[in-house]
């Protein structure tokens, strides 16, 4: 092989080689720019994922801050409504206790009217008068009646010792009768206010076994019931119920229709753990 051949051959090997360098160049080229392409898709993708992602997180915490006012504004709602389902039941309450005054100053009003004055009839030369004289059993009466009243009002003013104290005076004085049954029923209310029920349930007690058919007997029966409902006794509440319920005296109280509701309340009651009512109300009470 001679020189000549030699110098071809390296002057073709050089410029296969600078071709495929130049090839391989272009090629990179290529690929950092389809790769440069591609980075930038994938960032204008992230960025309006990103974008998106931060727009449904802002609408959620719109939605939820909406709900929270929304709950907000319901127990606030809740609350009010409270507050205005006790002040109607108060005021109702207020309203019985001053329609039951009214009658009872008016039952008494006219059952003394003819006893305010007693007639005495006088002989005097052969002719008879009548004269006037003050009946001291009215004049009790109406002493009764004036501290009954005041005691009344203390009641009301949240003065329930003095109160209790005002009745058991008029109790004293007039020792029987419709006022005497009214004071001895507004004792065991002052007395349930002081957190003394079991006086309370003494003097009612008393009130209903004296006299089952009085004017407070409807209303210290259902006291009662209340009472051992309150201590899970439900069997006597119960029987109290039935009580008021067929005694005629409660057919045209307020009392009737109360027992009635309540006894079917019991009546119906079922757990659904089978536990009875008794157990249950015991457990509430822990």
């Known amino acids: 092989m001679n020189l000549k051949t030699l110098s071809l051959g390296f002057v073709l090997a050089s410029f296969m080689l600078s071709g495929c360098s130049s090839i391989t160049m272009l090629r990179t080229k290529e690929m950092r720019a389809v790769g440069d392409d591609v980075i930038a898709k994938n960032d204008s993708a992230y960025k309006a994922l990103s974008a998106e992602n931060a727009a449904l997180r802002a609408e959620l915490d719109s939605v939820k801050a909406q709900l929270d006012a929304s709950a907000v504004a319901q127990k606030r709602l809740q609350a009010e409504v409270t507050v205005l389902s006790n002040r109607m039941s108060e005021e109702t309450v207020r309203r019985d206790t001053r329609q039951e005054e009214i009658i009872y100053r008016l039952d008494l009003l006219l059952g003394k009217s003819d006893k305010i004055l007693a007639k005495k009839v006088v002989v005097n030369n052969g002719v008879a008068s009548a004269v006037m004289e003050p009946d001291a059993n009215a004049e009790?009466?109406?002493?009764?009646?004036?501290?009954?009243?005041?005691?009344?009002?203390?009641?009301?003013?949240?003065?329930?010792?003095?109160?209790?104290?005002?009745?058991?005076?008029?109790?004293?004085?007039?020792?029987?009768?419709?006022?005497?049954?009214?004071?001895?029923?507004?004792?065991?209310?002052?007395?349930?206010?002081?957190?003394?029920?079991?006086?309370?349930?003494?003097?009612?007690?008393?009130?209903?076994?004296?006299?089952?058919?009085?004017?407070?007997?409807?209303?210290?029966?259902?006291?009662?019931?209340?009472?051992?409902?309150?201590?899970?006794?439900?069997?006597?509440?119960?029987?109290?119920?039935?009580?008021?319920?067929?005694?005629?005296?409660?057919?045209?109280?307020?009392?009737?229709?109360?027992?009635?509701?309540?006894?079917?309340?019991?009546?119906?009651?079922?757990?659904?753990?089978?536990?009875?009512?008794?157990?249950?109300?015991?457990?509430?009470?822990?």
């Open 140 to 286: 009790k009466m109406v002493e009764a009646e004036t501290m009954f009243n005041a005691a009344h009002s203390d009641y009301h003013r949240g003065e329930y010792k003095l109160a209790y104290n005002g009745f058991k005076q008029v109790y004293e004085l007039v020792k029987k009768g419709e006022m005497a049954e009214g004071a001895l029923y507004w004792m065991s209310l002052c007395l349930m206010e002081a957190n003394q029920p079991a006086k309370a349930k003494t003097l009612l007690t008393n009130l209903v076994d004296s006299n089952p058919n009085g004017m407070k007997a409807c209303a210290g029966m259902y006291k009662l019931a209340s009472i051992y409902g309150n201590e899970c006794n439900l069997d006597r509440k119960k029987q109290y119920l039935q009580m008021i319920l067929s005694n005629n005296t409660c057919a045209s109280t307020p009392e009737l229709e109360q027992a009635a509701i309540s006894l079917q309340e019991m009546l119906d009651f079922k757990s659904s753990d089978g536990r009875s009512a008794t157990e249950i109300c015991r457990e509430q009470m822990r």
